[in-house]
């Protein structure tokens, strides 16, 4: 049943997207529903498109879970907190309460890079409500009670204090106050990374239906600098915990988390500016042009859109579903699954030391590395465990030959 993993992640992320990006365009801002529902599916597509690594984002579950599937949990949790704030009904107000409780649960005990992102939105969205004087804000208390005491039990877990002393130990990690410091430096340069053509070609493509959205909504878009300068910090989040853990930005697991935080913040920052910008300029008594674009402008996009696809050297990995659908057409895939059912029915059969061979088909999807030819490899040891075995070695058919003799 290990294939459902990859179906649910790929389900629940744009799904989460999806639920935030709706509550952001029509709870927050009031915008008609057919500019909504273009926003949410535009920015679902990105999120799963251009995941950063699908390879540990999807179909490797371990990392998935951890990852993408606590960020998706975390994303749903933010949609009730900002629900909270703007939603009516007592039924509704119940199942939103309810529900932000489960999520502190989740977001709040789950991978550093979102439990710290989580706690910090909270915060942000708990301050907003008492500012603004909203009554509804003592709503977000049950979510906050809960939240804290889960991230404190997640961070100052025993396994964690060993892991901080064994890495620093090895010239690893940092200091926390360094740490925080220097992930505004490590956000600058990941913002290249993140954002590459294809990002800016999805932006453009979204300005005209933000355009025409933000022209018929009430909202005032006040202070732009202070979102950008608070996403900006929102974002550097993500980079903290790798750098205080490991020393560095983190693995494509944690960077996956980071990136659909940046990649929604991008979003959220468009509708914004350009909302700023048209009340800008209705002001001053400029008129905004309003008629629907022409269809040539989507042509010309989608072309854009394929040259940028057709330039891209490594397209397997920075597009998903061509991912998936190359190493399934070059039959990449297929002669993997059969090279580990093969191993497998060895290691069932085998008896004592071991010796298998390694993979010839190695699709970057699936798979996420081999065993060693050395038995006391951490990887060899921990399958050699599973499987009953002495030792599990794994070499060529020539090499255990010439090692025999």
């Given at each position: 049943?290990?294939?459902?993993?990859?179906?649910?992640?790929?389900?629940?992320?744009?799904?989460?997207?999806?639920?935030?990006?709706?509550?952001?365009?029509?709870?927050?801002?009031?915008?008609?529903?057919?500019?909504?529902?273009?926003?949410?599916?535009?920015?679902?597509?990105?999120?799963?498109?251009?995941?950063h690594?699908?390879?540990?984002?999807?179909?490797?579950y371990?990392?998935?879970?951890?990852?993408?599937?606590?960020?998706?949990?975390?994303?749903?949790?933010?949609?009730?907190?900002?629900?909270?704030?703007?939603?009516?009904?007592?039924?509704?107000?119940?199942?939103?309460?309810?529900?932000?409780?489960?999520?502190?649960?989740?977001?709040?005990?789950?991978?550093?890079?979102?439990?710290?992102?989580?706690?910090?939105?909270?915060?942000?969205?708990?301050?907003?409500?008492?500012?603004?004087?909203?009554?509804?804000?003592?709503?977000?208390?049950?979510s906050?009670?809960?939240?804290?005491?889960?991230?404190?039990?997640?961070?100052?877990?025993?396994?964690?204090?060993?892991?901080s002393?064994?890495?620093?130990?090895?010239?690893?990690?940092?200091?926390?106050?360094?740490?925080?410091?220097?992930?505004?430096?490590?956000?600058?340069?990941?913002?290249?990374?993140?954002?590459?053509?294809?990002?800016?070609?999805v932006?453009?493509?979204?300005?005209?239906?933000?355009?025409?959205?933000?022209?018929?909504?009430?909202?005032?878009f006040?202070?732009?600098?202070?979102?950008?300068?608070?996403?900006f910090?929102?974002?550097?989040?993500g980079?903290?915990?790798?750098?205080?853990?490991?020393?560095?930005?983190?693995?494509?697991?944690?960077?996956?988390?980071?990136?659909?935080?940046?990649?929604?913040?991008?979003?959220?920052?468009?509708?914004?500016?350009?909302?700023?910008?048209?009340?800008?300029?209705?002001?001053?008594?400029?008129?905004?042009?309003?008629g629907?674009?022409?269809?040539?402008?989507?042509?010309?996009?989608?072309?854009?859109?394929?040259?940028?696809?057709?330039?891209?050297?490594n397209?397997?990995?920075?597009?998903?579903?061509?991912g998936?659908?190359?190493?399934?057409?070059?039959?990449?895939?297929?002669?993997?699954?059969?090279?580990?059912?093969?191993?497998?029915?060895?290691?069932?059969?085998?008896?004592?030391?071991?010796?298998?061979?390694?993979?010839?088909?190695?699709?970057?999807?699936?798979?996420?590395?081999d065993?060693?030819?050395?038995k006391?490899?951490?990887?060899?040891?921990?399958?050699?465990?599973?499987?009953?075995?002495?030792?599990?070695?794994?070499?060529?058919?020539?090499?255990?030959?010439?090692?025999?003799?």
């Open positions: 049943f290990y294939f459902l993993g990859p179906l649910f992640l790929i389900l629940i992320l744009p799904l989460s997207v999806m639920v935030l990006m709706r509550r952001i365009t029509r709870g927050i801002f009031g915008a008609d529903r057919v500019s909504a529902f273009a926003l949410q599916t535009l920015a679902a597509a990105t999120a799963v498109m251009l995941i690594s699908s390879q540990a984002g999807f179909f490797w371990n990392s998935g879970i951890h990852y993408v599937g606590i960020h998706s949990f975390l994303l749903l949790t933010a949609s009730a907190w900002i629900g909270l704030l703007t939603e009516q009904g007592r039924l509704k107000t119940a199942l939103l309460v309810i529900g932000s409780m489960i999520g502190a649960v989740l977001a709040g005990g789950g991978n550093f890079v979102s439990t710290l992102q989580g706690l910090l939105l909270l915060l942000s969205v708990t301050a907003f409500g008492i500012l603004k004087r909203r009554r509804r804000t003592v709503l977000l208390l049950p906050l009670l809960l939240y804290i005491p889960a991230f404190y039990q997640n961070v100052s877990a025993p396994g964690n204090d060993r892991r002393v064994i890495l620093r130990g090895s010239g690893l990690g940092m200091e926390p106050f360094p740490a925080i410091v220097r992930s505004f430096p490590e956000a600058f340069v990941y913002m290249g990374r993140f954002a590459g053509l294809i990002t800016v070609a932006l453009v493509a979204a300005a005209p239906v933000i355009w025409q959205m933000v022209g018929k909504v009430s909202f005032r006040r202070c732009p600098g202070l979102l950008l300068a608070w996403s910090c929102l974002y550097a989040t980079f903290t915990p790798s750098l205080y853990s490991l020393g560095h930005a983190g693995l494509g697991r944690t960077l996956n988390a980071v990136k659909l935080t940046f990649q929604i913040l991008l979003f959220v920052n468009e509708i914004y500016w350009l909302g700023w910008l048209r009340q800008r300029r209705e002001r001053k008594g400029r008129k905004s042009a309003s629907e674009v022409p269809l040539l402008f989507y042509v010309g996009m989608g072309l854009l859109m394929l040259g940028i696809f057709s330039q891209e050297k397209q397997a990995g920075t597009y998903a579903s061509y998936a659908y190359y190493y399934v057409h070059t039959g990449e895939a297929n002669e993997f699954h059969k090279e580990y059912l093969a191993r497998v029915e060895a290691l069932v059969q085998g008896e004592g030391d071991v010796v298998v061979r390694p993979y010839h088909f190695r699709p970057w999807l699936l798979c996420v590395g065993l060693s030819p050395d006391n490899a951490e990887e060899n040891r921990a399958m050699a465990a599973w499987y009953d075995l002495d030792s599990i070695v794994c070499i060529e058919d020539g090499a255990a030959q010439d090692d025999a003799e």
